[in-house]
Structures are given as structure tokens and as C-alpha cells.
């Protein structure tokens, strides 16, 4: 199997992949994705391989694209940074969007989401947008970014006033090792290249980053942004994430919009957050005052507001806006969505200058039924 | 076994129970359990018997207690009490308290949990505070109760004035069958021998219930109680309840402050419930912002509290206060605790009057080594 092969498995470790039924079909036949052959994901960890990793039997032979590693939290920063990391840290901006790696196949891009799926819409847009410049010179890269905007199938988002969708890089890696670069050689690269970059906000002494981290934490909040991601400078040691309360809020705000596709798990670790910055932040009367009115406001405006569609007749759903410049790459993306398990439908799909813009909408079929059931008079 | 003699099993069904290791201990044998010889708890439903039904085998035969009913809960008022009900409802006071089973076997009181364990203060209590004179008439009655006071074990509550421990009938029900008698029935029982009883507030018109019940529910939030329980007058259609949005946030605040040893789901449904009554009760704006804040305020308060407990060295406990005449008792009950697998501490046992006085902490382990890791420095 040519898995095996590229990954240098065991027998034993090979039957073992078998028998748990870890490896799925990762993309979609089609001339769109003409320079593939034949290309797996894992569905799950295996050993040492994370979740997300992508195997392409290309047509210039086989390529690993290793699965983007867990970042965890600090639920304090102090002294969670001091114990974690050494003399400084990078705190780089986290942007809030969908985790993408683009990489180099055959003659063109290809932009796999977390799961390892390789995605038709994200793949058309990074071509436009990140081109292959980059990998020209350095083919066994992988740019590892965060795809940001309100055109996104997964986080539409209006904070970054960017209407459309872009690619900021986060990690440079090595595709068969995953080994990050260095800040600073990522950063030159970004340079380089013209490519965008989440913004490395501070460098700073690690036994006082934890006060400064604090100060940008609490500004990015007010400006509605998601948080930060604190970096080992030389990428040795893991990278740990540190979000704002007005994140939190708004990933509470998401999830009781559709509080019965979420896992409990989800919500339950956001208000565990809230706790802990809280009490780390030594807020005064109104600031603690201003924190629990977010909290609570997040999540009843949002279940309040599906309970009123539910109560108008309509499902409980998720407006989505895309752009494509071809319009196979359109139905192809359709043909993804369905096959990916999402229920969704196409509200309208019309031509604007060079484009087609695709209007779809995820329906949030479990939420909707839980709704009308209890407004039907069913008890819990 | 004497279990399926009283039950009337079938070999078939005798034979699964003790596959599915359904019974379990309920009592330790002590001269004050001086009418037990065996008594067995079903720690899980089986078929019809529910579970925390008990078996008692005693010096004058074998008794039935059956588990107590969960009692469903209306997440809309409208239109759930139209289609749920006939007629009338009862609308009858929920108290906040625990649930008890009083029965009598041989010549004394017992009192059994909701799970169906025969505990020892209880018992002591409702044998000073109850009496056999119900019992005389009623052999084969049981008095389902609140237990209520600042003197509970398991839900220390100081909102209705009791310092202590009062029990409050709110059904009394057929021993083996479990039949609850008609609403009329059990106040008039309840009055013949001076037995508290949960409140019956209205009787209501199923059709306009549900106005009557939204203004009854806000007036007992104002009181800090706790909702109500809507019932049949013949008990014929099994009840409902409905809480006050200031109970859920009691609630909240108790599952927040103890939060890693709380089931997620148990917030979770809280949370929901908030968002059908703002839904439902169609309130303005600042209503709707103290309901936020309560929210927030109840969650992040307890989360700040436990987290700073921790921050101080000390374990995330909950104290409560006992009274017991009989020294013997209280070491009974100490032992208990003990065998329920509940993790505590001894503080303080001192006479008072004619009684003593225990002060035992219940430390919540896992919470407080949650709080602990994070203070340290792990990531989550």
C-alpha cells in the first residue's frame, strides 16, 4: 500500500491501520484536482501521524502532508508561560478562521481543511490568492494558515473587514516531518513572498510575558479579535493559545445559535475560561459586572433567536456566501458538502462580474427538531 | 430470593437482575435499623420497577417501597399543559430540598433517599418530625417528601425560614403499586395529622394555566423558590414541573462552583430552560438583561470563588450542619457517608442541648485538583 510505503509502517502497524478503518477518501475525483491520483486522510490519530494527515499519490509520485498538531490552552498565563517556555516568547496574533495547509501537488495548490479533506472551494481561492511562488522555490513546504473572512464556509466572520477570503500564515512546516520554522525565517519567508502572515504582536521576556499578554489580550478583545498564539521563537518547544472573553463569548454565541449540533464539551470549556481569566485579569466591581452580562447575553440572545425561527416556521440555518470563478469548481464544492455530511441548500446562485456567488445555507437539523418539540408541548 | 417473591419475577427475570448486578446494600445493620434484617435498593431501572426501589425484608415480613417517578419537565407552558392535561391542574409549590420516602416497617419510621438508601439522619429526623400516628391508620401508605432546611445533607437551603430539617408531603402513594392518591385526597390526609404539605397554589383551568402559572413562577423567583409542579387533580396523568429562572440560577451557581464534579448535562439544561422562559415569557429589554446578567453572574461568581479557594491552599468543600439526638446516630451516619463514597471530613462535633452537632465538609476532589493543575501551569 502506498500509504505504508510513504509513511515507512510496519506490517504489523499496516494491518493494525486496517483493521481500524482510520484512512477515508480525502477528495473528490475531478480535472480540477487533475494532478491527483489517489488521496487518503486519517480519520483519526495513528501512533505518532495526527488526525488530518493526508497522503496524495500524485501524478509526480507519492507526497505526506502531516496533519496540523493540537495547540493547547493556557487557562492562566501566569505561570503557565513561565513553566512552558523558555527566556522569550513570540505572541502572535490567533486570527479567527478555518485551519488550512496548502501545498504544492503536481502543477498545482491544494488546500486541505483540519480533517484532511481536500476542500474545491478553499483550493480555487488559494490559487488566486497565494499562488505558487512560494513553492516553487520550496516544494516540500507546507504553508499552514488560517483562512479568514466573511466568505467562509465555516467561520464567516466581519471582524477583519475582509469581505472576501484570505490566507494568513501561521506556521511554516515540513510536509512528510511536520517541523515548524523558526519565527523569523517564517516571517522573511511571508516577506519574501508577498504572502500574509498572522501579525507577531511582542517578543517578549518570558517571566514578564505574562503582564504583557494581559494588556494585548484585553485591547484585541475590544477590538471584537480572537486572541493570541504564544511561540517558542525557534518553534522547539509546542505553542500554547490564550483567547479573549469577547471570543469566548462569541464561540458561546455560536454554539447556542445551534446548541444541539455542539458538543456540551464545547460550551462547558469556554465558560471554564471565562472563570479563570476572571480571576487571573483581578478585575474591579464593573469589569466583572460587564463579564457575566456578556456571558449570560451570549448565549440567550442566541437561543432566544432560534427559538423565534423555530416559533416563525422557519429551520434553525446558517447563512453561507461563496464566490467561484469556475463554476465546476461550484458544483464540485456542492458535490463536497454532501459528501463531508453537511445538510444544507442552495438558496441562489448568481453571476457577479467574474464570479458565480454561491448562496447556501446549512440547516442545523437537530437544533431546529429540538425547538419545535418543545414548542409542539413535548416536556424534556 | 425474597426480592422476587415480593416482586412476583419470573426465573427468567430473577436471572437477569442478578446478571445485571441491579441490587445493591441498602442500609448498614445498626440497633436503630433495629426492624431490618435485609434491605436491598435497585440501583438502575429494571423492566417496571424503578430505580431506588426498595426491599425490606423485616422482623414482620417483606415490604415494597417503589422508587420514586422522574418527573418530567415542561419547557413551554404553552401549549405543553393543554396537551398534556384534562381540564385541571394543580399547580402545587416545588420546594428545593431532597427527595424522601417515608415508610414504615416493623415498629419504626425509615427514611429512603431518592436512590433508596435507608439514611440515618433522615430517619432520625422524620421520626421526631413526622410520627407513627399516619403510619397507624396507613400501614401501606408512603409519605413522599422534601426534606427542606439549612440542615441538609445534600441541598443546605436557607430560603424558606427552616434552620433545620421540615419535611413537606407533596405525594402519598400505594407501597407495592406506587399509585399516588388524588391531590384532594392527600391534603385532607396531610391535615387529619398535622403533616406539612408543598403548598397547592391554584387550581387552574388547563386552558389558562399556563398565563396563571407564568405570573405564579415570576412572583416565586422574586421569593428565591422554586418552582412548581403542575399536576392531575386525580393523579391519573403523570405530572410536570417548571422552575423559576432564579432556581436555574441557583442551580448554576451550585454545578459552577463544584463544576468538575457536576455532569455537563446538568448545566447544560439549565442553560436551554433560560432560553424557552425568556422565550415564552416575552419580556422586555431590561427584564431580559437582568436575566443575562443572572445567567453570567451565577456562573462566573462560583467559578471566581472555587478558583480562589484553590488560589489560597484551601479544597473547594461544601459545608454542612447536622443535628442528632442519639450519639450513635451520627457515627451511623458518619459511616454512611463513608459507604455512599463520598469523600469529607470531620470538622467539628459539639453538644448542643439535647443534641449533637456535626460539622462535616464535603471535599470535592476533582474540582479542586482541576483548579489546582491550571493554577500551576498546565494547559488544559
Known amino acids: 500500500m502506498f500509504v505504508s510505503d510513504a509513511l515507512g509502517l510496519s506490517r504489523h502497524a499496516e494491518k493494525r491501520l486496517e483493521e481500524k478503518n482510520i484512512l477515508r477518501d480525502a477528495f473528490i475525483p475531478h480535472s480540477f484536482f487533475s494532478d491527483l ?22 501524478v509526480k509520485g507519492v507526497r505526506v502532508v502531516r496533519g496540523f498538531p493540537k495547540i493547547r490552552r493556557a487557562l492562566t498565563l501566569y505561570p503557565t508561560l513561565k513553566q512552558h517556555f523558555e527566556k522569550e516568547v ?26 484532511g479533506y481536500i476542500c474545491p472551494y478553499t483550493t480555487e481561492r488559494c490559487r488566486e490568492k497565494v ?32 469581505s472576501e477570503l484570505e490566507f494568513f500564515v501561521f506556521d511554516i512546516r515540513e510536509m512528510r516531518t511536520n517541523a515548524p520554522l523558526p519565527i523569523r525565517e ?45 511561540k517558542d521563537p525557534a518553534m522547539k518547544i509546542d505553542p500554547l493559545k490564550y483567547t479573549t472573553s469577547e471570543a469566548n463569548a462569541g464561540d458561546l454565541s455560536y454554539a447556542f445559535r445551534y446548541f444541539n449540533e455542539y458538543g ?39 437561543l432566544r433567536e432560534s427559538i423565534k425561527d423555530v416559533y416563525e416556521g422557519k429551520e434553525v440555518r446558517e447563512k453561507i456566501r461563496l ?58
Not at 513570540?90 to 480533517?115: D, H, Q, S
Not at 520550496?138 to 465555516?154: I, K, M, R
Not at 516571517?187 to 494585548?216: F, N, Q, T, W
Open 37 to 58: 491520483i489517489e488521496v487518503l486522510r486519517f480519520d483519526k490519530k495513528f501512533g505518532e501521524i495526527e488526525e488530518g494527515t493526508v497522503i496524495a499519490k500524485t
Open 90 to 115: 513570540a505572541v502572535e496574533e490567533k486570527m479567527n478562521g478555518y485551519n488550512v495547509r496548502i501545498a504544492r501537488f503536481g502543477k498545482n495548490l491544494y488546500a486541505m481543511t483540519r480533517r
Open 131 to 162: 499562488g505558487l511562488d512560494f513553492f516553487k522555490d520550496n516544494p516540500d513546504l507546507v504553508l499552514c494558515c488560517e483562512a479568514v473572512g466573511e466568505e467562509s464556509p465555516f467561520v464567516p466572520k466581519k471582524v477583519y473587514g475582509i
Open 186 to 230: 517564517k516571517m522573511s519567508l511571508c516577506e519574501e513572498y508577498g504572502l500574509k502572515a498572522a501579525p507577531i504582536l511582542e517578543i517578549a521576556d518570558v517571566r514578564r510575558a505574562h503582564e504583557i499578554i494581559v494588556e494585548i489580550v484585553k485591547r484585541l478583545g475590544k477590538e471584537g479579535r480572537e486572541g493570541v498564539v504564544i
Open 264 to 302: 456540551k464539551d464545547f460550551m462547558f470549556s469556554r465558560i471554564i475560561r471565562e472563570g479563570f481569566q476572571s480571576f487571573e485579569f483581578n478585575e474591579d466591581e464593573k469589569e466583572f459586572r460587564e463579564r457575566c452580562f456578556r456571558l449570560g447575553f451570549s448565549i440567550l440572545k442566541s
Open 323 to 380: 464566490r467561484f470563478r469556475d463554476f465546476e469548481v461550484l458544483n464540485l464544492f456542492i458535490e463536497h458538502l454532501r459528501k463531508t455530511g453537511v445538510t444544507f441548500e442552495v438558496v441562489d446562485v448568481r453571476k457577479e462580474g467574474e464570479y458565480a456567488i454561491l448562496h447556501v445555507e446549512r440547516i442545523m437539523r437537530s437544533t431546529t427538531d429540538k425547538i419545535k418539540s418543545h414548542l409542539g408541548g413535548s416536556p424534556w
